[in-house]
């Protein structure tokens, strides 16, 4: 079984505005959130990009407009001209925020030449085609060097490698293995299976206990990374990167000696045992930490962040 003493991190944990929800005044990843977080100095912002039946890009985190927009339908279906007219939702309340698009975030960052990284988050619900694929890449183009495209989506990940390999890309293994959660997990989205080790999983290597749970997790780690070789970070859940590390093996440290950096999510500064879920990870490591309110988990960690 792979185990990793305790080692202090060098430099500081970077902290993710969460759908550049940095005042919670506008609308998680409308253009007037993003416009916001970057006016008030945010150095890494993080936030959601769908893809429509078009080969056109809005700034959503669910392809059911009703999750996030005073429509209706299934947004990856569906236009740009569909569904340009339609206004996000903001605690459920219609605001008179429109939906906004990738070459609006891409406008915006532009115009902040001090910003890290905007991290776009990709929600690929279908292949990802060639043309969508080269338009997508075109309207990055001007500030490629500061974005990061993350996605659970190791199939565009690789589809992305190959067409830009200078692209910064990062990888979420929630459809492959995850954290049982009391919410019901919506019908198409996997892992549909709780594995024998009490995780969400439908890989043969979790259809019985043939080992310890350090040693299923080291495997499982393994055959993860040969999914996204060119990943620079990796997304995984907090609470799953701590069962894996209080069982013996530290996720961290094995993607930081494949050359990867690791980020754990979402931190929600209003429950205390997150606080401390934070702050264990920092203990072991972690690069980054994804949060709603990173001035707030910053006064509450101990250690140095930048956000």
Same mark, same amino acid.
């Given at each position: 079984?792979?185990?990793?003493?305790?080692?202090?991190?060098?430099?500081?944990?970077?902290?993710?505005? /969460?759908? &550049?929800?940095?005042?919670?005044?506008?609308?998680?990843?409308?253009?007037?959130?993003?416009?916001?977080? %970057?006016? =008030?100095?945010?150095?890494?912002?993080?936030?959601?990009?769908?893809?429509?039946?078009?080969?056109?890009?809005?700034?959503?985190?669910?392809?059911?407009?009703?999750?996030?927009?005073?429509?209706?339908?299934?947004? &990856?279906?569906?236009?740009?001209?569909?569904?340009?007219?339609?206004?996000?939702?903001?605690?459920?309340?219609?605001?008179?925020?429109?939906?906004?698009?990738?070459?609006? $975030?891409?406008?915006?960052?532009?115009?902040?030449?001090?910003?890290?990284?905007?991290?776009?988050?990709?929600?690929?619900?279908?292949?990802?085609?060639?043309?969508?694929?080269?338009?997508?890449?075109?309207?990055?183009?001007?500030?490629?060097?500061?974005?990061?495209?993350?996605?659970?989506?190791?199939?565009?990940?690789?589809?992305?490698?190959?067409? =830009?390999?200078?692209?910064?890309?990062?990888?979420?293994?929630?459809? !492959?293995?995850?954290?049982?959660?009391?919410?019901?997990?919506?019908?198409?989205?996997?892992?549909?299976?709780?594995? $024998?080790?009490?995780?969400?999983?439908?890989?043969?290597?979790? $259809?019985?206990?043939?080992?310890?749970?350090?040693? !299923?997790?080291?495997?499982? &780690?393994?055959?993860?990374?040969?999914?996204?070789?060119? &990943? !620079?970070?990796? !997304?995984?859940?907090?609470?799953?990167?701590?069962? =894996?590390?209080?069982?013996?093996?530290?996720?961290?440290?094995? %993607?930081?000696?494949?050359? $990867?950096?690791?980020?754990?999510?979402?931190?929600?500064?209003?429950?205390?045992? /997150?606080?401390?879920?934070?702050?264990?990870?920092?203990?072991?490591?972690?690069?980054?930490?994804?949060?709603?309110?990173?001035?707030?988990?910053? =006064?509450?960690?101990?250690?140095?962040?930048?956000?």
């Amino acid at each position: 079984m792979h185990t990793e003493t305790n080692t202090p991190r060098e430099g500081p944990v970077t902290l993710i505005h /969460h759908a &550049a929800n940095c005042d919670r005044q506008a609308p998680p990843n409308s253009l007037s959130a993003i416009k916001n977080c %970057l006016s =008030a100095g945010a150095a890494f912002i993080e936030i959601d990009v769908l893809p429509l039946a078009d080969g056109s890009f809005a700034l959503l985190h669910d392809p059911n407009l009703a999750e996030d927009t005073d429509g209706q339908g299934n947004a &990856a279906q569906m236009t740009r001209d569909q569904i340009k007219n339609l206004y996000y939702l903001n605690d459920r309340s219609v605001t008179n925020e429109k939906i906004g698009f990738l070459e609006g $975030a891409v406008d915006l960052l532009a115009q902040f030449p001090n910003t890290h990284r905007l991290q776009l988050d990709f929600k690929p619900f279908s292949p990802l085609t060639e043309s969508a694929l080269q338009n997508f890449l075109s309207i990055i183009e001007p500030v490629m060097d500061r974005v990061q495209v993350s996605s659970v989506a190791d199939w565009a990940l690789r589809a992305l490698a190959s067409a =830009a390999p200078e692209l910064s890309l990062g990888f979420d293994p929630l459809l !492959y293995l995850d954290l049982v959660e009391e919410t019901p997990r919506p019908d198409n989205i996997p892992p549909f299976r709780v594995g $024998a080790y009490g995780v969400l999983d439908d890989h043969p290597l979790a $259809a019985f206990q043939w080992g310890s749970l350090g040693d !299923y997790f080291k495997a499982r &780690a393994k055959a993860l990374l040969v999914l996204v070789p060119h &990943a !620079y970070e990796w !997304y995984i859940r907090a609470e799953v990167l701590k069962i =894996a590390l209080d069982a013996g093996f530290d996720w961290i440290s094995f %993607l930081h000696d494949h050359g $990867a950096i690791v980020d754990g999510w979402t931190i929600d500064v209003s429950q205390p045992e /997150h606080i401390g879920l934070a702050q264990f990870l920092v203990d072991h490591g972690i690069d980054e930490l994804t949060t709603d309110h990173p001035s707030k988990l910053a =006064a509450k960690l101990n250690s140095d962040t930048i956000y």
